[in-house]
């Protein structure tokens, strides 16, 4: 089982910045991969951002230029450093995590930090 927890959330004004991070324990050692992902108000729930353990890196296309993911070198945190925020960015944030269990891929889910983004 893998537990993560996120932090960092809050209320921005447009243009502003924010990073989120997300600290994980439990068995993280079998941990593949971590990643955010979003849900606003009457949406389904979206990718934003991955990275694998070999440093590979996916962002939404309405991100790409504005989020950077990263993750420390123990894998135990991931961080989201959110610039040019804008109001579409309004949403739930949840961390991601992908553990490999022998040959079968689990994924686990933090409680969701708020982010507003708002004049």
């Known amino acids: 089982q893998v537990q993560l927890v996120e932090s960092g959330g809050g209320l921005v004004q447009p243009g502003g910045s924010l990073k989120l991070s997300c600290a994980a324990s439990?068995?993280?050692?079998?941990?593949?991969?971590m990643g955010w992902y979003r849900q606003a108000p009457g949406k389904e729930r979206e990718l934003v951002a991955t990275?694998?353990?070999?440093?590979?890196?996916n962002y939404a296309d309405s991100v790409k230029g504005r989020f950077t993911i990263s993750r420390d070198g123990a894998k135990k945190t991931v961080y989201l450093q959110m610039n040019s925020l804008k109001t579409e960015d309004t949403a739930v944030y949840y961390c991601?995590?992908?553990?490999?269990?022998?040959?079968?891929?689990?994924?686990?889910w933090g409680q969701g930090t708020q982010v507003a983004v708002s004049s």
């Open positions: 991601n995590a992908g553990n490999l269990v022998g040959a079968t891929q689990e994924y686990f």
């Open positions: 439990g068995s993280i050692f079998s941990i593949n991969v």
């Open positions: 990275i694998t353990n070999y440093g590979s890196i």
